[in-house]
C-alpha cells in the first residue's frame, strides 16, 4: 500500500510539473538575421510620387535600435518610445532632414499603380519621405513615416519584406495662418530654461523665417496668410543644452517639445524584445521541484 501510494503521489506531482512548464507564458522572439536579403514596398494610391529613403538606426540581433551617425547628431530621444511617439519621430526627423539637405538611401517614384519596392537593403529602422504632389486645385501631402525593417508579425515572426500603404491628404489650395506653440517638460528643472529658443519655419524644407520664443509672447507664434501650395514645417535651431525636441504637426498647429534629462527617468516603453526568457519556466519548474520532492520526503517518513 505504502509503495502505491508513492507512485501515485510521485505521478500527481509529475502532472503538476508538466502542466506548470508548458502552460508559463514565453516571450522569447527569434533573433533578428542581419545578414538576410531585405526590402520594403510601398504601395501609394497617387501614381507618379516620389519617395526618399534615409536610414535611421540599425537593428541588433535581439532588436536594439542603436542610432546611425547622420542622425545621432540631432537631440532627439530615441529611447523609450512608443508607437505614438514614433510617429512623431518621424515628424520632427524629417523637418531636420528637409532642412539640411541630407542625401537619401535611395529615392524612387509610384509606377501607374502607385508602387515602389526598395530592394537590397539591410535591415534597420527607415524614415521614408512622400513628395508633395498638386494639380490646378488640389494639394496631395503623404506624412513622413518610419518602418522597422524586420517588422514583427502577429504571430511574433519577422517579416523582412513589408508592405507599406501611407495615407494621403488631398485639400484645396487656401491661405493658412500657422501656429508654433513651445512646450516644456521640464517639471522641477524650470531653472534651466533659456530666455528664449529660435524657431526656423520651413518652406519646402528651406528658411522661410526665424521668430523667438520667449515667456514675453508666452512661448508661441502665428503666421498668416500662407499659401497651402507649398510644404510647412517648423525645426528648433538650436535645441537649449540637457534637452531633447520633439515636432508634433497637427494641422496648422506645430508644437515643438522640449524635454529636459533632469527630470526623473520615464518608464521605457518599448517592448524589452530579444531577453533570453527560456531560463524562466526552467527556473521555476526546478524551484517547484525542490519543494515538492521535500513534501514527498516528509509525507513518506
Known sequence: MIVQRKIKLWIFLCSIIYLT?????VNARTIVNRNTEAGITIQYDVPGAEFSIYKVADVTEHYRFPVTEDFARYSVDFDALNSDEWKNMAETLA?????????????AVTDQEGKIVFDDISVGVYLIIGSQMQDENYIYRCKPFLVFLPEETEDGEWNYHPEC????????IELLDISVIKIWKDEGA???????IVIQLLKDGEVFEEINLNAENNWRFTWEDLSS???WQAAEKEVPDGYTVEVIQEESVIQVINTTDKT???????PQTGQTWWPVPVLIVGGLMCILIGLVRRIVR
Open 264 to 270: 526623473p527617468e520615464k518608464p521605457e516603453k518599448l
Open 21 to 25: 512548464a508548458f502552460t508559463l507564458p
Open 229 to 231: 501650395e507649398f510644404t
Open 95 to 107: 523637418g531636420y532632414v528637409v532642412r539640411d539637405d541630407m542625401e537619401p538611401l535611395d529615392e
Open 165 to 172: 500603404r501611407p495615407k494621403f491628404a488631398d485639400k484645396p
Open 190 to 196: 524650470e531653472d534651466s530654461r533659456p530666455e528664449e
